[in-house]
């Protein structure tokens, strides 16, 4: 089944990502989530749906620089948490694909930290 992005679109979408949030990072690596909420109303963070046939399979989280002269932004993915029933079946490889399609005319980079 294809692994699909989207922006959340409905208040389930973000009960679904809080929780998964909760669930997936420590919390000493977890931000406010209202914070992450209010940087996506104002356009700095993008937060993404990640489906999986169609079903919620997890989310990912950017934070977007401004536009450089060349009208390109640095972006960096900030969180990225796959459904501990779908992980280690490709669901976030397939995402990482995506959002580097996405944001093929930025730069983008990911910070990884052993747990």
Not at 23 to 35: D, H, M, Q, S
Request: proline share 7%; aromatic share 10%.
């Amino acid at each position: 089944m294809p692994v699909t992005l989207r922006k959340p679109a409905t208040p389930l979408d973000w009960l679904r990502i809080r929780l998964l949030y909760r669930r997936a990072f420590p919390r000493y690596e977890r931000k406010p989530f209202a914070i992450i909420r209010r940087m996506h109303r104002k356009g700095l963070t993008d937060v993404w749906c990640i489906r999986h046939g169609g079903a919620f399979a997890g989310f990912a989280a950017t934070i977007n620089g401004s536009p450089d002269a060349q009208g390109k932004r640095l972006i960096l993915l900030d969180y990225l948490a796959v459904a501990p029933t779908l992980r280690g079946r490709g669901t976030g490889s397939a995402a990482l694909q995506l959002l580097s399609a996405r944001y093929a005319a930025d730069g983008v980079f990911v910070e990884i930290e052993s747990p």
